[in-house]
């Protein structure tokens, strides 16, 4: 069982910065971290994940913009999303994965991100 509570979204103007934050709870394992967003009428796109060693991969749309990182003494991820864009626009989901291969992730219930322009 796997718990994940993500806050931090909001509104903002185009150019300006969140953070996001989730905590992750419960008896699994936690190798892998992320972020996924889903923009209204889009699929679900990969954001930024982490590994518990802190390597990182990040979408093409967010690179030099967004940077994901992680605590794991208290099994927290964030992610600090600068010079945003409305096309940034999207419910962000916090994503865990328990195996090393990527496979079997748990999500949270998402946080709401608004970019006006």
């Known amino acids: 069982q796997v718990q994940l509570v993500e806050s931090g979204g909001g509104l903002v103007q185009a150019g300006g910065s969140l953070r996001l934050s989730c905590t992750a709870s419960?008896?699994?394992?936690?190798?892998?971290l992320g972020w996924y967003r889903q923009a209204p009428g889009k699929q679900h796109e990969l954001v930024a994940r982490?590994?518990?060693?802190?390597?990182?991969d990040y979408a093409d749309s967010v690179k030099g913009r967004f940077t994901i990182s992680r605590d794991n003494a208290k099994k927290l991820v964030y992610l600090q999303m600068n010079s945003l864009k409305p096309e940034d626009t999207g419910v962000y989901y916090c994503?865990?994965?328990?195996?090393?291969?990527?496979?079997?992730?748990?999500w949270g219930q998402g946080t709401q991100v608004t970019v006006s322009s």
């Open positions: 994503t865990l994965w328990p195996r090393a291969d990527w496979a079997g992730a748990s």
């Open positions: 419960g008896t699994i394992a936690i190798l892998g």
């Open positions: 982490i590994t518990a060693g802190g390597n990182t």
